[in-house]
């Protein structure tokens, strides 16, 4: 698998809003983005710590959690990386597809537990500072 590096971790939480209110004013996060997640329609935001680590809270429909949803990797070949991962046995959820045009290319992989994995390639608008800080817009994601 044709993986760079750790992106983000995943979870699902009952309260979108007030979570994301309690990590930034508490824990000092940033709130680098909101959106939709693209598949289930959930709102969902992408917060940062100052060293750049990154938590996508996923509002859960059920009102259930915190819950764990995925680990995501970047890789520069989200469809080799994909491929190779289901070589390996992963079951795939998602196949690879954009996120917002040029924004993210994605696909979401599930192993024989229910561990579930994402792979992603950023391009288009994303931009980070000298601080790993990211700059773009919202929309739909995953």
Not at 15 to 32: H, I, N, S, W
Not at 52 to 72: N, Q, S, V
Not at 73 to 82: E, I, K, L, N, S
Request: glycine share 12%; proline share 5%; with cysteine.
């Amino acid at each position: 698998m044709t993986i760079s590096g750790f992106d983000h971790v995943a979870l699902g939480v009952p309260d979108l809003d007030a979570r994301v209110r309690q990590l930034v004013k508490q824990c000092g996060m940033r709130l680098l983005y909101t959106g939709t997640v693209q598949a289930t329609g959930a709102p969902m935001a992408m917060l940062a710590d100052a060293d750049g680590i990154k938590l996508e809270l996923i509002e859960t429909p059920d009102g259930e959690g915190p819950r764990f949803l995925h680990l995501a990797f970047r890789t520069d070949d989200v469809d080799a990386a994909h491929d190779d991962a289901v070589a390996r046995g992963w079951r795939s959820r998602r196949p690879p597809h954009p996120i917002n045009g040029d924004y993210a290319r994605t696909a979401l992989l599930s192993d024989d537990r229910g561990f579930d994995l994402q792979v992603i390639r950023y391009g288009g608008e994303q931009r980070r500072d000298d601080c790993g800080e990211e700059k773009l817009g919202g929309g739909e994601q995953q």
